[in-house]
């Protein structure tokens, strides 16, 4: 299983945790918290390595992807197909409270026993769905994470961090490693979209023509305008 270690500001997969640099920096936060939380998964949860580099990268894109949902892929307005939620009391409120839970920042103030039904919600009606994020949260796929106070402990850690703080050199490092990590186990489909997607997020003059973000973008809002034109039809 991977934690990360620093030295002379490089990165490197390890057994044990040997961070050695100024522990009030933003990356050596993020770095304690990783490596803090893959112990948790290991030891308290007892995933296998690779369920632990699933697990964390699932949730450090999706922390990452914060910002973005609402100024780039406007989650918020995709048009859904909302019977994957099944029959629901009130269905129109609760799809409003998946949409704005997807967001770790809100999900880390929700109470741990409802985290787990929370985050499937997410999955299926969001994730496995929206353009963008579909890519890399397959359908039928879920975390790995077994106990609910798990759930709650990694988020509320996760949430803790500024990822706009933590050095551009680190993350890509990290994406670098944890997801060639995972296409070993051919977890992730069209690998390059997906690094590049991210390293895009965190650094746009680092990858200044990316053909398949924008042609992703294009058919999000392709589907908007079919979704405004249905209803608009319905109106009339």
């Given amino acids: 299983m991977s934690t990360f270690t620093t030295s002379d500001n490089d990165i490197s997969t390890e057994k044990t945790t040997q961070i050695q640099v100024d522990p009030n920096d933003s990356t050596t936060k993020f770095l304690n918290v990783y490596n803090e939380c893959v112990a948790i998964l290991d030891e308290v949860d007892d995933l296998t390595g690779i369920q632990v580099l699933r697990t964390m990268s699932y949730l450090v894109i999706l922390k990452i992807f914060e910002d973005s949902f609402d100024t780039r892929f406007f989650v918020d307005d995709y048009p859904y197909n909302t019977s994957v939620l099944g029959e629901l009391y009130n269905k129109e409120e609760h799809i409003k409270k998946i949409l704005r839970l997807s967001r770790i920042s809100r999900l880390s103030t929700e109470r741990e026993e409802f985290l787990p039904f929370y985050i499937k919600q997410i999955w299926d009606l ?111």
């Fill in 126 to 236: 969001i994730l496995s769905q929206h353009p963008v994020t579909k890519r890399i949260f397959p359908k039928d796929k879920l975390l790995d994470i077994r106990n609910k106070s798990t759930y709650k402990i990694v988020i509320d850690k996760l949430n803790s961090i500024n990822f706009q703080e933590v050095k551009d050199d680190i993350m890509i490092k990290f994406y670098n490693e944890i997801i060639d990590d995972m296409m070993r186990c051919k977890d992730f489909k069209d690998y390059p979209f997906e690094k590049k997607i991210v390293v895009k997020l965190l650094n746009p003059e680092l990858i200044p023509d990316i053909s398949e973000y924008d042609l992703v973008m294009q058919s999000v809002e392709e589907e908007k305008a079919k979704a405004n034109e249905k209803a608009n039809e319905k109106d009339n």
